[in-house]
């Protein structure tokens, strides 16, 4: 069902752990859902994210899209990370299986939502940033088919 | 590789030996049509024949009252479509439980597009059926009562017997989806006034492919396949006789060993229940201690996901199964998990480990180590965990 690289980071998830007095928080999903995810940053004075946690209750593919996830923001700019899709994360992982998309969705909110903790502790604006949604399965459709 | 270690003998089990060595000869030499009238159809029509009565014996039913069929979804699906049909003009109404499996909760979905009301029954924590909501929700237009024998998931089994006697009073047709049971405890269809039954042979150690369907004498319904005078004319298409000699040699095993096995099964379930709880922490055991199939063990793990535990109990050799929304494809857990009244978080980290008859406790004992370490890595990057520590 899963890629190899999926397997590889649910298996060995890079970037599991806490920062304490992170630059910015993000928790996103829900439980009802089965996916939480946890995003911990630390910002340096350039904006540069010199490092990323992450703590995620969920499937392999969610645990493999946060690894993912925060491997490809370690060492860039706010800016940078803001590029960083769902879509992007998905493909870096080889795939992942249609029902579990929402999962990469997942990763690109914790990121957003940890940069938002950020902004907002500093008081500036990132470009393009919006409030993350409460619950990431918001607007999502329902795509069983019935015969 | 390490060694297999199989768990999920409620998804299905290893054909028998036996079973395959019964089965063979229908393949290549025995292998008539049972309607052809040579000699040669004889021989598959007699090992038919036999085997229907080997299941009737088990249950204590006549050999004229078991049709085969393709498996448990099969004669679940000719019982409730076949009764809406036939007893229609009596009423629309049926009764069932919330823990039913799909063969049987989206059959009715479909009953109910079709102007049937449904409804749905509820259970108390561990699983039991309440009676009293049973009897109340009876009315003038019920055509028909079914309650699975026992779940899938958790193991629990009903009070048939007291549910059998409800119908009866009220004069309602009574079936029972067996198939996890069948094969695994004594069933008697008088004893429990059951009206109709569905087993599945694979999951007793028969070939997948083939089940039955027990319809008492006298229930009315009518073919759901239609074609040529099979199975009394109830159930058209060339018998699958390979699969009949399987279903029939595999219950004849099964009550043959049966009581043994349980003895057996009993003690290594509860072995491993006790083990779970000892060694692992903020567990909860789904379903009922005592009224349960003798080979089920289903746990909740808080703070863990039950599909990121399959795949690492999948990377020890360990085959297991979970109600997680994850591993189903939908973003709801296991509906029977939600109505004993799991929330769903809860629901998301269950496990269920159901023991065969090769199962040994040394197994059961690598198991356990492999879920005491692997849950307590899941835990450590659980965001879930991490705030409740926090709160301790």
Known sequence: ?147 | MKPLIYLDNAATTKTAKEVVDAMLPYFTEDYGNPSSLYSLGAKSKEAVTKARETIAGTLGAQSNEIYFTAGGSESDNWVFKATADAYEQKGKHIITSRIEHHAILHTCDYLAKKGFEITYIDVDENGILKLDELEKAIRPDTILISVMFANNEIGTIQPIKEIGEIARKHGVLFHTDAVQAYGHVPINVDECNIDMLSASGHKFNGPKGIGFLYIRKGVKIRSFVHGGQQERGRRAGTENVTGIVGIGAAAERAFRVMEERNKREIELRDYLIAQIEEKIPYCRLNGDRVRRLPNNVNFSFQFVEGESLLICLDGEGICASTGSACASGSLDPSHVLLAIGLPHEIAHGSLRLTLGEETTKEELDTVVAALVKIIERLRNMSPLYEDFLRKQ
């Not at chain 1, 604006?125 to 019935?146: A, M, Q, R, V």
């Open chain 1, 1 to 147: 069902m899963y890629s190899e690289k999926v397997m590889d980071h649910f298996q060995n998830p890079r970037n599991v752990g806490e920062i304490e007095n992170a630059a910015g928080v993000g928790t996103v999903g829900n439980a009802k859902c089965g996916d939480i995810m946890r995003i911990y940053l630390d910002i340096d004075e350039n904006q540069i994210i010199r490092d990323v946690k992450f703590k995620t209750f969920g499937c392999g593919a969610a645990v493999a899209t946060s690894s993912m996830a925060t491997e490809m923001v370690k060492g860039k700019s706010i800016q940078e990370a803001m590029q960083i899709t769902n879509k992007a994360v998905a493909e870096a992982l080889d795939g992942l299986p249609p029902v579990k998309m929402h999962c990469s969705l997942l990763a690109e909110e914790a990121i957003h939502a940890a940069l938002w903790d950020y902004a907002e502790k500093n008081h500036i604006t990132i470009e393009g940033l919006k409030k993350p949604k409460s619950d990431i399965h918001e607007g999502e459709e329902d795509e069983s088919e019935e015969y």
